[in-house]
């Protein structure tokens, strides 16, 4: 997705307040461009680029923020696609196993191979490498396309699970149609409840991912590339809090009407966003997830 330069919103604020932003006004700057971009975020639950469709593990019928899980995708060997769920330790790493309907029943594991050079996805049952990718030092499945020493099965896709935080839909199997069964939960202080799926197992949820990055001027672990979709709506919500705040004393009412400029901006960054269009969104990206037509049921 498209994004603009830290250098972009802050040009733009100091074009609105005839100065330069400098020495601890851009320290006062980075802090203000954050909270507008959260506040922005918090004002819609449909984001795209915030948008994460995975497969989920449910215990105890609760669901984790966090879970230690890699979701497979794109495999030719259809069946070794899905949710590997850490199982202890092998080869001095993490092991991670797909398990058969059953949830005991091992079928595909994902180790660290016993040379530590790289990482592989194997038949449980006769120890076959079907996928291999070679690793760095770090003891963590890589990410990414893997590679097939059989050209004619494609390679997956692994990705490790992200951090919910707030799930939109949750749903019972593999397949979303254009009227899927959708499933119920709430927070309490165990956790993400699930109230009328399955108690243990797997469930597929889409949720609102937070936001992992603090933007600034891409130093001190700051992003300096800001998304598009909060940045025009940043940029005249700092204005309006800068120039409130020199203004002190002064009652003049004249700063109302910008105020409106920076709803106006927000209404436009939400603009055309609805629950409606995400269902459609996750319904395309789980049926690239695995190819199915989800006009069958």
Request: no cysteine.
């Amino acid at each position: 997705m498209r994004t603009v330069s830290y250098r972009h919103v802050k040009s733009l604020v100091e074009a609105r307040l005839g100065q330069a932003i400098e020495g601890k006004d851009e320290t006062r700057f980075q802090a203000m461009l954050n909270d507008a971009i959260r506040a922005l975020y918090d004002r819609e639950d449909f984001w795209p680029r915030f948008l994460r469709v995975e497969p989920r593990t449910v215990s105890r019928g609760y669901i984790a923020d966090t879970e230690d899980s890699y979701h497979v995708y794109g495999a030719g060997t259809g069946k070794a696609n899905g949710l590997y769920v850490r199982n202890g330790v092998r080869n001095g790493a993490p092991l991670y196993v797909l398990y058969d309907s059953d949830g005991t029943t091992a079928l595909y594991e994902m180790e660290l191979l016993t040379a530590g050079t790289s990482w592989g996805i194997i038949n449980a049952s006769d120890g076959t490498i079907l996928y291999s990718i070679p690793t760095t030092p770090e003891t963590t499945p890589p990410e990414g396309a893997w590679i097939s020493p059989d050209a004619e099965n494609i390679a997956p896709i692994v990705q490790k699970l992200g951090e919910i935080g707030r799930i939109l839909f949750q749903w019972d199997g593999r397949k979303w149609g254009g009227s899927p069964e959708l499933l119920n939960n709430y927070r309490d202080s165990n956790g993400i409840r699930s109230t009328n799926g399955p108690q243990n197992g797997i469930v597929w949820v889409a949720y609102k991912a937070p936001i992992a990055d603090t933007y600034g001027d891409g130093t001190a672990e700051t992003v300096a590339e800001i998304p598009e979709e909060f940045s025009r709506y940043a940029a005249l919500q700092i204005r309006y809090d800068m120039a409130d705040a020199q203004r002190q004393s002064n009652a003049s009412q004249s700063y109302l009407p910008a105020y409106k400029q920076v709803e106006d901006a927000a209404v436009d960054a939400m603009l055309g966003i609805s629950r409606e269009g995400a269902m459609e969104t996750i319904k395309n990206i789980h049926r690239t997830y695995y190819k199915y037509d989800t006009t069958a049921r």
